[in-house]
């Protein structure tokens, strides 16, 4: 069964830094996602992964398949994106989840 | 833009009560999902479905829960006998293909009294 682990597991930051948030796995994956919730529930897919780089206005993400790593950048943070960040990888049909991290931006 | 639509966004039933949760994919996607996330725990996978069939189901999933594709639009999932830990926020999502980017209904609330 695949372990996924975020860090951190909350984050503040103020409007305008550049955030990072890691995600790792323990076992080979198909693809990875990252998604964010909104405090109201709703889940958005915002990149989905499987080598290298994506980007995606101001935030980018990486993957490292060797390594079992992957990271998710925002550029610029600012106050909407405050919000919960999920990493889940695919085995076979099913997603495995981490925990996520919840980003508050101050303005 | 295409968006995945759940119904209700919330239900409240008594324990041992069946309820219905209800789906409607993107129409042109082919995989199905039902997730759930209990209040301040992550989102943890129930089932899969593809073909018109169940593809794959985790621990959680056992034989109260049932799934179906009633017809060619919705993707329901059943809970036969309501228990208070089955209050959880549901969520369906569908995809174009395996290990293809998943899109997310806004999800229901189910609370079990």
């Known amino acids: 069964k695949n372990e996924v682990e975020q860090s951190p597991q909350n984050l503040t930051a103020q409007e305008g830094e550049f955030i990072t948030i890691n995600c790792s796995y323990s076992?080979?994956?198909?693809?990875l996602h990252w998604l964010q919730q909104h405090p109201g529930g709703g889940i958005v897919s915002l990149f989905m992964l499987s080598s290298g780089k994506k980007k995606h206005g101001r935030l980018i993400a990486t993957i490292n398949i060797q390594e079992k790593h992957s990271s998710l950048h925002i550029t610029a943070s600012h106050p909407r994106d405050s919000a919960v960040y999920i990493c889940?990888?695919?085995?076979?049909?099913?997603?495995?989840f981490g925990k996520g991290t919840k980003l508050s931006v101050i303005p | 833009e295409p968006e995945v639509t759940q119904t209700p966004s919330h239900q409240v039933t008594q324990m041992g009560q069946e309820v219905i949760l209800r789906c409607v994919p993107i129409s042109n996607h082919l995989y199905f999902y039902w997730y759930r996330q209990i209040l301040g725990q992550k989102v943890e996978f129930l089932v899969s479905f593809y073909n018109n069939e169940i593809s794959e189901k985790s621990e959680i999933f056992d034989d109260q829960f049932s799934v179906e594709r009633p017809d060619g639009s919705n993707f329901t999932l059943k809970i036969r006998s309501t228990k208070l830990e089955d209050s959880a926020m549901y969520f369906c999502a569908s995809s174009e293909g395996l290990s293809y980017e998943q899109y997310f209904g806004p999800g229901t609330r189910l609370t079990v009294t």
């Open positions: 889940a990888v695919n085995n076979g049909y099913q997603l495995t």
């Open positions: 076992v080979g994956i198909s693809a």
